[in-house]
C-alpha cells in the first residue's frame, strides 16, 4: 500500500491545522483560515519505500462541499484523533469520534475495526491549565486500542513528525495485511468516491 489516506479530526481549535502544518514545513504558525478544508499531499519515504501521502484537515465551520464525517470515514485509510489537553469538552467529542470509527463495521466501509487510530492530546504547552489529565488520556486511547501521544504543536517538531510517520508506517502495515485477505474491490470503491468528491488539493 504506497497510497496512504490520512484524516485529522477533532473539534474546533484543537490544533489540527498546526499539527498538519507543522509536521509538513516544521513551522509553527499562530493562526490557520478555518473556513475551508484541504487535502494537502506529501511524498515520503518510510522504511525506503516511497509513499503517497494525502493529509485531510477539515473545517470546523460548514463550508461547501463539505466532508461529512461519515465520508470521511469513508475516504481515510488511518486517522488522527486530536483534542486539547486544556479543554474538556474537545476530550468528550475526541471520545466519540474515537468510538464512531470503531463502531462502524467491516463492508460499510473501507475501514474495520483494525484501523489506525492515533489519540494526540495537543498543547501540552498549557498543562498549567490542564483539563484532561495524560492517564485520562491513555486510558481512552487503550480502551480503543489506539496509539497515544501528548504533544504540542507550538513547541515540538520532533515529536510531532515522529507521531505522523508512525501513523503512516502502521497504516501502511495494517492496509497490506488487509490487503492480503480481502477480496479485490473495497479499494476501487474507495478511489471512486473520492473521485466523487473531487477534494481541493494542495501540496507542500
Ligand atoms: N498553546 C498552543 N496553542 C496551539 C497549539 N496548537 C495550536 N494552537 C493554537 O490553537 C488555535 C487553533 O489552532 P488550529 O490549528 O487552527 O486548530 P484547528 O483544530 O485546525 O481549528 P479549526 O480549523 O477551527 O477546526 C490557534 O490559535 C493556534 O495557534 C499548541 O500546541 N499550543
Known sequence: MNDIK???LGSEGVGKSALIVRFLTRRF??????????????RMSIDGKQMNLEL???????????????????????????????????????????????ELHLGVTKRDADSVVFLVGNKQDLCHVREVSREEGQRLAAEFKCQFYELSAAEHYQEVALMFSKVVRNTSLNGKAKDRRRPSGSKSMAKLINNVFGKRRKSV
Open 6 to 8: 490520512l484524516a485529522v
Open 29 to 42: 504558525i499562530g493562526e490557520y483560515a478555518s473556513s475551508s478544508e484541504c487535502i494537502y499531499r506529501k
Open 56 to 102: 485531510y484537515d477539515p473545517c470546523s465551520q460548514p463550508c461547501e462541499g463539505q466532508f461529512s464525517l461519515n465520508e470521511q470515514m469513508h475516504w481515510a485509510d488511518g486517522f488522527v484523533v486530536v483534542y486539547d489537553i486544556s479543554d474538556r469538552s474537545s476530550f468528550i467529542t475526541a471520545q466519540a469520534i474515537v468510538h464512531l470509527i470503531r
